[in-house]
């Protein structure tokens, strides 16, 4: 395959997964017409329309889909080559794009990231985030982190930590409303819903071997990022549950108060995800080592000494 040949692949899965021609040319570092010249060089040599142009948006015609299965496949082989070269090296480099969840990647990631940089100056590191769960395979991402549970799927996931969750509220909201102290008695309340879950209007609390206990709330309000809840939570709209990450400044300077404290709100896992293969590649290792050297004992918000190996169970 000549380069100009590779090129031109990349560009055409980078339109197809950024939706514009303007985006697509934003990821490439290019500009639109380059990108537009490439798509249609392309179209010409096949003799077929790979894409639908409109004003707003671009749609992939029924070659196209093809087209872009078969050509991810072909980039993922030949990525996989090279991670496999790379390997052999202890200085992993390339480009590693990496989804986060938008609070986690702002609050918590963002501080790691200098010391991962300047431990592996070879990479080149790209952070989307979404607070979507986004497909892996079909974004073109090496590796995902989430929070939470886990759909069934044949992606590889490793643990790294948990994260308790706190149920909280303003001040003003409590006197205004009144403080629960029990989980029925959020019936009575106006509580935040997350909504990328499952069972967003069910709460479940633990106490001791008494069992779990799972109420129904309602609520004015359901987003789908933490910090936009933990906001109107502080304005006192109402109760939230979130990870401490998200909660711990606002409760240490009293702008929230947690509440049920003698109950347990499950916890939340933060999983590292990544394809199913049967060889990791090098920068996706590091990268995952790095954040459990970081991260794996709770409250652990730096590196403290050499990575360690995977936990059992994990993989």
Request: charged share 25%; glycine share 10%.
């Amino acid at each position: 395959m000549q380069s100009q040949d590779f090129t031109t692949l990349q560009t055409f899965v980078t339109v197809v997964e950024s939706g514009t021609l303007s985006r697509a040319a934003e990821r490439l570092e290019t500009t639109a017409g380059a990108v537009s010249r490439r798509i249609a060089a392309l179209e010409q040599r096949l003799g077929l329309r790979l894409l639908n142009r409109t004003t707003r948006r671009l749609s992939l015609t029924e070659a196209g889909e093809r087209y872009y299965e078969d050509v991810v496949g072909i980039l993922r082989a030949l990525g996989e080559a090279e991670d496999r070269v790379t390997h052999l090296s202890d200085d992993p480099r390339g480009n590693l794009r990496v989804a986060v969840p938008l609070s986690f990647g702002v609050r918590t990631l963002a501080p790691l990231l200098p010391g991962f940089v300047d431990r592996y100056p070879a990479l080149r590191v790209s952070i989307d985030l979404d607070d979507r769960l986004v497909d892996i395979l079909g974004s073109g991402s090496d590796l995902a982190l989430r929070i939470g549970p886990l759909e069934d799927s044949t992606l590889v996931a490793r643990r790294i930590r948990e994260y308790r969750r706190v149920v909280c509220a303003a001040p003003e909201y409590l006197r205004r409303r009144g403080e629960p102290s029990t989980p029925a008695e959020l019936v009575g309340h106006d509580c935040l819903h997350y909504s990328n879950v499952a069972l967003r209007d069910e709460w479940s609390f633990g106490r001791g071997e008494g069992g779990v206990e799972t109420v129904e709330v309602k609520g004015p309000l359901c987003a789908n990022n933490g910090d936009l809840l933990r906001e109107v939570a502080v304005a006192g709209m109402g109760i939230c549950a979130l990870p401490e990450f998200i909660a711990a400044e606002d409760l240490a300077a009293g702008r929230l108060k947690a509440i049920l404290t003698g109950y347990e709100a499950p916890a939340l896992t933060l999983w590292a995800l990544w394809p199913s293969r049967r060889f990791v590649p090098a920068k996706v290792r590091v990268f995952v080592d790095y954040l459990v050297a970081c991260l794996a004992a709770p409250g652990g918000d730096g590196p403290r000494g050499g990575p360690p190996g995977p936990v059992a169970g994990d993989e």
